[in-house]
């Protein structure tokens, strides 16, 4: 099985759907024509995927150079491998999305099934990167772990925001 070319088309998909709420995101911005009357789960998700940026240029780029005893991949290669780039992508992505969802899917069974699709393919990337020999278990946690933390301080604002709106 090609583990590394299905992890990098659930990684793209993951980005295609990125595109589709930014999408609707500028459409409202034109369409009401203030950014301040978009909804808040589109204006506050650059938040979670900016805090993911900057954790990868640390991580990857940063601390390799400061320290010596930084993860490498089981490959061999030599390149940083903690935490999983694709994995930290895909989790943060979905993570967000599915506290997005109730705001744009009113219906719980579809809501579900979304979400249903999205933990499997998390868990594809998770097992993928695994067994593609590109990360170790820690690697991959480690991702889960982070993108756990960038979507709840999103579901800490867009939460904040709903409370000082009303």
Same mark, same amino acid.
């Given at each position: 099985? @090609?583990?590394?070319?299905?992890?990098?088309?659930?990684?793209?998909?993951?980005? #295609?759907?990125?595109?589709?709420?930014?999408?609707?995101?500028?459409? @409202?911005?034109?369409? =009401?024509?203030?950014?301040?009357?978009?909804?808040? @789960?589109?204006?506050?998700?650059? !938040?979670? $995927?900016?805090?993911?940026?900057?954790?990868? +240029?640390?991580?990857?780029?940063?601390?390799?150079?400061?320290?010596?005893?930084?993860?490498?991949?089981?490959?061999?290669?030599?390149?940083?491998?903690?935490?999983?780039?694709?994995?930290?992508? &895909?989790?943060?992505?979905?993570? &967000? #999305?599915? $506290?997005?969802?109730? =705001?744009?899917?009113?219906?719980?069974?579809?809501?579900?099934? !979304?979400?249903?699709?999205?933990? &499997? !393919?998390?868990?594809?990337?998770?097992?993928?990167?695994?067994?593609?020999?590109?990360?170790?278990? #820690?690697?991959? &946690?480690?991702? +889960?772990?982070?993108?756990?933390?960038?979507?709840?301080?999103?579901?800490?604002?867009?939460?904040?925001?709903?409370?000082?709106?009303?």
């Amino acid at each position: 099985m @090609q583990w590394e070319l299905i992890t990098n088309i659930i990684l793209i998909s993951s980005i #295609v759907i990125l595109a589709v709420f930014a999408t609707l995101g500028l459409a @409202q911005w034109i369409s =009401r024509k203030s950014i301040k009357k978009v909804d808040k @789960q589109l204006l506050w998700m650059p !938040l979670p $995927l900016i805090l993911m940026v900057a954790t990868y +240029l640390i991580c990857d780029k940063v601390l390799p150079k400061l320290f010596d005893f930084m993860p490498t991949r089981p490959n061999g290669s030599g390149e940083p491998s903690f935490p999983s780039t694709h994995v930290m992508v &895909v989790a943060t992505i979905f993570f &967000v #999305v599915t $506290l997005a969802l109730p =705001r744009y899917i009113k219906s719980k069974t579809m809501r579900i099934f !979304l979400e249903l699709i999205m933990a &499997v !393919l998390i868990g594809l990337t998770c097992t993928g990167r695994v067994a593609a020999n590109l990360h170790s278990i #820690v690697d991959v &946690v480690g991702a +889960l772990g982070f993108a756990f933390i960038f979507s709840e301080i999103y579901h800490i604002v867009i939460k904040k925001r709903k409370k000082t709106n009303e």
